[in-house]
DNA sequence: TATGAATGAGCCTTCATTCAT
DNA sequence: AATGAATGAAGGCTCATTCAT
C-alpha cells in the first residue's frame, strides 16, 4: 500500500485511496519508504495549506511545519512552491476521478442515473470543499498550472461519457426531452453544486443562513435533482 | 428569449454610481477634484490587480504603478491593502447592484421576466469576469472582509425580491410549477452562470474549448434559460 | 508681549517668558502675530513631542497635528526637522538660565546660599522633565546640535559664577573648606538632581519605588543639600 | 584613595558571563556554535549601533551589516527590533551586574570601602558610556521594555546591600555620621559618576574642557570620592 | 499665510530558496 | 535523507520633505 505508483501510468491501480498513491511527482525514482512518508505529510500539508490560503497566501514555512517536515525536504521532492501546488492539484483531481469512477448508473433508470450523477457531484464537492479552494485559485491562474500538467489521467473525468449514455438512453426511451448538449449539461451539474459550496461564505453572510449543515445540503440536493429532471422533462 | 441583458444605464443617476461616490461611506470629508481623481485610479488599478492575483498575490507596489499615483498616496486614501481591498469588494458589489437596478421585469411575462434575470445574471458575469474572480477570492477568505463591511446597500440586491415576484406571478397564473423555493433557485440562477465564467480556464483546459467567445456565451445563454424555464413548467 | 525678539539678542528682554519670547529662529524677519502663534505652537507641541521620543522618535507630522499646524508651516517656519530640534533645544536652555537669573544668592550666608543653589537644580530639573530629556538626547549626539548654535545667551549660565563666589565667602568665612574645584561640585550639583529626574523610571522599575511624589523629591533635596553642605563642612 | 577601580575579572567565570551565556534565559534551546557567533556578532553590532543612535534612530540594516550577518538572521534570532534592545538592555545591564560581583569591600576599611565603591561607579561607567547611553534611552521610553523583562539576575545588583554594609560598619565604628539612608546615597553615588559621563558632550561643549582624558577622569574620581566620603564623615 | 495632496527614499519585516553539516 | 542556519530579494508600510493651489 507504501508502493509508489509514477504518475503516467496511476490510472492502473484504480482502488488505491488517493493519498495511498502520491504518484511520486516530478521525480519518479524508487524512494525509501520513510522518504515517502515525508512526502505524503508534505502533500496533505500543502493541500490544507493551499486551500486555505491559496497559491500566494500559502507559506512553504507553514507547510513544512504542517507537515512535520524540515522545509529543506519540501525543496528536494518538489523543487518549487509552484511545482507542489502543481502535484497538489493534481491529486486533488486525480482523488475526485477515483470517486467518480466509482460511481455507476449503467444499469439504473435514466432519471434515477441522472439524479445520481447530479447527487455525486453536490456531494463530493460539499465533502471536499479543498477542491473547490483548488480549483477556483487555479482559475485565478487562469489555469496556467493545470495547462503544463502532463497527468492526463488525472484530468480525465469518466461523468460526461456517463453523463452523455444516460442522456441518450433517456432520450431514447421518451423520458428525456431531445436536443440536450450533454457538454452544457454538465457544466450546468457541476455548476448546480460547486457554486453553492465555493460561495457559501459570501451567500451565507448576505443571505445570514448557514450553508453547510447537512439539512441545508439535503435540501439543496432535492433542489438541483428537481432542476436538472424537470428541465430534462419532455 | 436569447440575448436579453441589461444595458449599461447606470450612468444616468450620477450621485450614485460607484465611480461618483468615491468615498462609499468610509471618508465622508469633502476631497479635492485631484484627489477624487487619484483615489479613483488607485481604485481602477486594484481591481485589475486584485482580479488578478487575488489578494495575497497582488502587490501594492504594482497597483500604484498601475494607477499612475504614489504608492503613499494609497495608504492616505484606504489605510493598509486589506482596507484597499474591502473596498473595491464592495465597490465591486455596487455596480452590480446598480445595473441589477436597471433590470425591470415587472411588466413582463412570466417567462419572459425570468428568462431576462437568468440572462443578466450570465451576461453582467461574463462582462464582468474580475467581479467573479473577487468573489471567489472572498470566499477564500471565508468572506472575512465582507462580513467587516458596513456599507449595506453595496450588497443588497434586488434580484431574489424580482425573482420571488416573477415566480408568484409565474405560478398564480399557472405556467410556472408550485412549490419552487426563490432562493434556491436565486442560487442556482446565479450558479449556471458563475461557474461557467469562473472555471472557464479549467474547463477550457478540459474540454479543450473555448468558452469566451460570444458565440459560446450565447450557446450558454440559451442553454440556461432553457434549463430554468424547462425546470419550471408546471 | 507678542513681540518678537530676535535670537542673538534675546538676553536683553530679561523679563519674558520663554514661550513668549519665540526668538524667531533661523529667519529673523517681521512678521505677522499670528504667524508667531503658529510658530509659538509648533514650538510647543515640538517640545512635547521630542521630550516624549527623542529625535529619531518623533514625527513631523504628529508634531504639526498637535500644534493644530499645517505641516508645511513647520518647515516654513524652520526648515526642517533638526533646525526645530536646535531651535527647541536653545529655548530648553534659555528658559533654565532664565529662572537661573532670578535666584539671588548674593545676600545670603554662604551655606543657605549653597543650600538654595543645590535645592533649585533639583527642583527646576524636577519641574521641567523635558529639559531632562531634551538634555539626554541631546548628548546621544555627541552635543552635534548644541554644537553649532549660535545663541550663546541661552547657553550661558549665571549659576557656576554665582557657586563660585559663594564658595570663595564660604571659604573665606571660614565655614566652608578648602581647596574645592568650582567646576566639579557645579557639575556634582547638577548631577544629584537630574540623574535622579533623568533615571526615575529605570530606578522606580528597580527599586519599585515612586520616586516623583512630591514627598520623595522633598526627601531627596534634603539629601542632597546634606550631601553638599556636610562635604564642605571644613 | 583615587585610582580604585575593579578590574575586569569577571570572564573567569565562563558560564556566567553574558557572551558565553547567549540565550538569557530567553531562547533556551540547544544552539550550533555558528548560531551562537552570529546572534553574538548581532548583540555586539546592535549594543553599538543602539548606544549611539539610541532605539529610534538605530537601523536594523546597519545592525545587520555591522554585524556581518544577514538581517534575516537578526529576526531568527530576535523576532523584532525592539525585542533586540531589551536582549542588548538587559546584557548591559547583566555585564555590569557582573563586574560588580568582583568588587569586594566587606574586608576593607569603611572609608577605603566606600571609595572603592565611589570610583567603581565612575570607572564602570567611564569605560561603558554605552551603557548609559542604553540607560538614559530606555528612561526616554519611561522603562517600556526594562519593565517586561524576565531577566531578573540581570537588574540585580548587589551593591546596594554591599553599600548598606559599609555604612553600617561605617557608622557603628564612629568613622561615619549617622542617619543616612543607603538609597539616596545609592542613586547620588550613581549620580555622581553617571551624569558626568552621560553628559560629557554637552558639559564639555558648554565648558570648552575635555572631560573624557584619564586625566579629567582621575581628577573626576578625586572629587567625588571627596564629596562622598567628606559628607560621610560624623 | 496656509493647506491638502503628492513624492521617493527608506524602514522593518517576511519570503522562497540554498548552503553546510 | 534530513536538519538548522543563512541568504538576497522583495513586501507592506512610513518618513521627511515639496508641490500646487
Known sequence: MAGVTARRVASRAPALS?????SAGRAAKPVSARAAATRQRILDAALVEFAEKG????????IAARAGANKRMLYAHFGSKEELWL????????AK???ERA??????????AMARLV???????????EFVALLNQENLHRAAYLRRSEDVPALYSPI??????VLARGEAAGVFRAGVDPMQLYISMLALGHFYVANRHTLSTIFGAALDTEAAIGERERHIIE????????
Open 18 to 22: 488517493p493519498s495511498a498513491a502520491p
Open 55 to 62: 497559491l500566494a497566501g500559502s507559506r512553504v514555512d507553514e
Open 87 to 94: 502535484t497538489v492539484l493534481e491529486r486533488a483531481y486525480a
Open 97 to 99: 476521478r477515483e470517486e
Open 103 to 112: 460511481v455507476v448508473v449503467e444499469g439504473l433508470a435514466p432519471a434515477e
Open 119 to 129: 447527487a455525486f457531484n453536490l456531494r463530493y464537492t460539499a465533502r471536499h470543499p
Open 160 to 165: 460526461p461519457e456517463a453523463l452523455r449514455g
Open 227 to 234: 432542476v436538472v429532471l424537470g428541465y430534462l422533462r419532455p
